[in-house]
Structure formats: C-alpha cells, structure tokens
C-alpha cells in the first residue's frame, strides 16, 4: 500500500484506541476494500488456515497511494463495512489503524506500529499488490519485520518477488474472481450485488446509497 514518494515526510503518528490483545502469529491484510467482498473473506480465512495466525486484521486505507481515481466510499464507510463482514468471526478483525492516522497510507507505519517483542506479523498481499511491492516504501524493512505472503486471483499470473522475500510466499486454496471495481459498476448500473458481498454489507451499501451515479 506505498509506492515511495520522491520526499518522506516527517511525521508523528496518532495514537490509537484500537487494541487487539496479545496475538503470538498476527495477519495483517490491507487495502481500500471498496467495499470488502467474499473475495477478500476468502483470502482471509484460508490465511488464517494456512499459517496458523491467532488474530488476522483487515486495515482500510484511509488514501491509497498511487491508486488511480474510483468511486470512493468514505474512510469510514470502508471501515464499517469490513466491520460488517467480519462479525462473528473471532478470528478476523477489522482494524481502524490507517484510517485513525490519516493522510496517505503507508504499509510500513502499519506495521512499525504493530510490530511487538515475541510477535510474529505476517502481510498478506493480493498479487496484483504483490507486483507493485518493490516500488511500495520502505519494502526491504517490511520484509524484515513481517513474513510476506501473497494470494493470487485464478485469471492473475504469478508475481515475480525480489529474492529478499523468501521461498514460502504462496497461500494454497480457492479464489474467487470478484473485484470491487466490478461491484461498484453493478451499483452504479442498478444491479445486485447480492452473492458477491456478504448481506450486511449489501444492505449497507445500498441504505448508505454507495457508489450511484
């Protein structure tokens, strides 16, 4: 979530409220899901199958960098709907960290403010991320400080990693071909998008009035 800008700003970080315990194995899978959808879920949980993770947390952005303009829900609209998505699942949570600090979101300070004494942070990346983390900021520091793994979609060829990532970055299992650029233009166009996202955020969606026209 970072292609490195040509100047680091120098900033202080805003403390949160968020806590999330004493996770040992803790996931971290960000990204601006607008909106999250059963595609994400998916990756999630077989994450949280494949490496054993005590906790995993979904982290909106709160503005992407690099990311070309789309039909944007609010920061906080994104964060509830992961809310929604992953009620009930004890396991999973969503995580107002880049949302709370504001301003460009950039996956070192996210993980900076993680990182703990006996914890172990594991990144999960889509790969369509995957081929752009060379270019994120600071990408050698977060493969020091996390185990980088990717999940690939079934029409996405393999990214190509630099060696520095390690051997063991794939997650196994099925992935859907669901992406919200496809759900946004369904809302736009009238059409359901019941089955693609969980209900709740269905409803949220369509109570909020997202991504119309």
Known sequence: MGVTPSVRP???????????????KLGIFGGSFNPVH????????RAVEA?????????????????????MASPEDRLQMVRIAVRGNPVLK????EIERGGISYTIDTV???DRPGRKLFLLLGADSAR??????NPREIAEICSVRIAGRPATPGAQMPKYIGRETGIPGPLLEISSTEIRKRVAKGLPIRYLVPDG???FVRKRGLYLP
């Open 94 to 97: 969503a995580s107002p960290l």
């Open 51 to 71: 490496l054993a993770l005590d906790r995993l947390l979904l982290v909106p952005s709160h503005t992407t960098p690099g990311k070309k303009s789309a039909p």
């Open 201 to 203: 955020v269905d409803r």
């Open 38 to 45: 059963h595609g994400h879920l998916i990756i999630a949980q």
């Open 112 to 114: 900076r403010a993680l």
């Open 132 to 137: 752009g983390f060379p270019r994120w900021k």
């Open 10 to 24: 120098v900033s202080t970080p805003k403390k949160s409220s968020f806590r999330i315990g004493s996770p040992v």
